[in-house]
C-alpha cells in the first residue's frame, strides 16, 4: 500500500515440475490458495486502497473507467462489508449522474 499500488494479486508459492523444491503434484497446497485468496481480499476491500481507488474513479479518463469497473466487480463479488459497499454505490451512483 505504501508504493501506491491500486491493484494485487497473491499467488500461493508453486513450485515447477523437476525443480528440488517439488514435492507431489507440483500443485499449491489447498490452505495455500485459500490463504492467497483471502490476502487478495483484504488487499482488494481495504479503507486506503478504496480511498483511492474512489479518487481515481472521478477522472474522466482510460484509468478512471478501469477503476469504476474493478470497483463494479468487488460490489458484483461481495467482498466489501457493509459499510464500504454502501460509500462505493453511492460514490458511484454519484459519478454516473454527474
Known sequence: MDIGADAARFLPF?????TPMESGTGEPDPSCA????????????H??????????AEKPDVRGMLVR???HR?????ILDLSNTIMVQ?????LEYK
Open 14 to 18: 508453486q513450485p515447477l515440475p523437476g
Open 34 to 45: 485459500e490463504y492467497a485468496v483471502r490476502i487478495t481480499r483484504e488487499f482488494e476491500s
Open 47 to 56: 479503507i486506503a486502497i478504496l480511498n483511492r481507488l474512489l479518487e481515481a
Open 69 to 71: 469497473a474493478s470497483l
Open 74 to 78: 468487488r460490489l458484483r463479488e461481495n
Open 90 to 94: 453511492k460514490k458511484l451512483l454519484e
